[in-house]
């Protein structure tokens, strides 16, 4: 969290189909809040699609640095610059709260009492975009232990000519700053009534030396908060559990890859990806975006659910120290969940992205 200024500079950017018709709605409610705010709104992602592609990122990239955070809506490509708020400026934990809240809808009988947090490694394992022919990863002489054999002896040659390799990279410095990250927030949600507990799930009992290693080393970041509790699970089980029994998870440790997956199931028992905010936090700065995409199947027809874009916001006035409008402007969204007032399709209502936007404006 950021300490107190008189003013704060967010850089917004739209982004991609219909993600700037929700990001235009939060706007409607943000500058309905009297907040100590400058915004400064960046194009579309239509007008970034006409401009050279070195020319929209070193655009987006100098509006970022002279701000003090982000509303990013969500890109397809076209928008650039989430290289950089991501790799560039080192946001490596994204934080991404699952919460049932009255008047969403929910595939589970029992929806009330889901709430908790997943904190998603942002920066290395699958994501870190390492991939190419398998000639060449045959020709480095690999070896495949802990199941034994080289690389090459398993495979045929035509392989060689027909087959891709991904590189999953998982480290000690990006991991330990994850599990830190997520050990401060079970202390912070502990304070408040929560468990005090973490959990993670990976693929140790497969991948020993990738996925077992994030366990070992979550393990020992773990050891220095001997206040909180920490379990593990297989990704595989833990993704049952999601399901089959959510309501006692806090905060939920995850790489990146199953971070992103598992999160997407969790966004499905409270109602869909379209009420699911993310934050995303490095060591001096963060930003923030919905977690789901671009929903280009109903780009321009303004019914994409603002929710995910609002609690986003929420959260991003919180990190500048501006806690009390963050809590209104939840409370806000609520009010007109609970009331079934005006809701998007996707969450049961015949509404539009700006009539949502406007009950919660209403409420304020």
Known sequence: MQSRMSTYTVTVVPGDDSAPEAVRATLGVLNAMDLPIVFDVLPDGETFAK?????SEAFVRAAVDKSDTVLYGSTS???????????GRGTYANVRPIKWRPGLPSPLRQPEGIDYVIVRENIEDLYCGIEGNLAALLASGLDT???GGRIEARYPPSAASDGRFAVKIITRENTARAAHAACRLARQRKATGSPGRVTTAVKWNVLPRSDGYFRDVVRSVAAEYP????EDYLADDFARR?????YDLDVVLLPNLYGDILSDEGAATIGGLGVVPSGCYGEDFAYFEPVHGTAPDIAGRGIINPTATILSAAMLLEHLGLVDQATRLEAAVDAALAAHDRLTPDVGGPAGTGDFAAAVRERL
């Open 227 to 230: 206040d909180l509790e920490l």
């Open 242 to 246: 999601l399901v089959a029994d959510p």
């Open 51 to 55: 401009m050279d592609r070195a020319e």
């Open 77 to 87: 490509g076209r928008t650039g610059g989430m290289a950089y708020l991501r790799w």
């Open 145 to 147: 232990r802990p199941w």
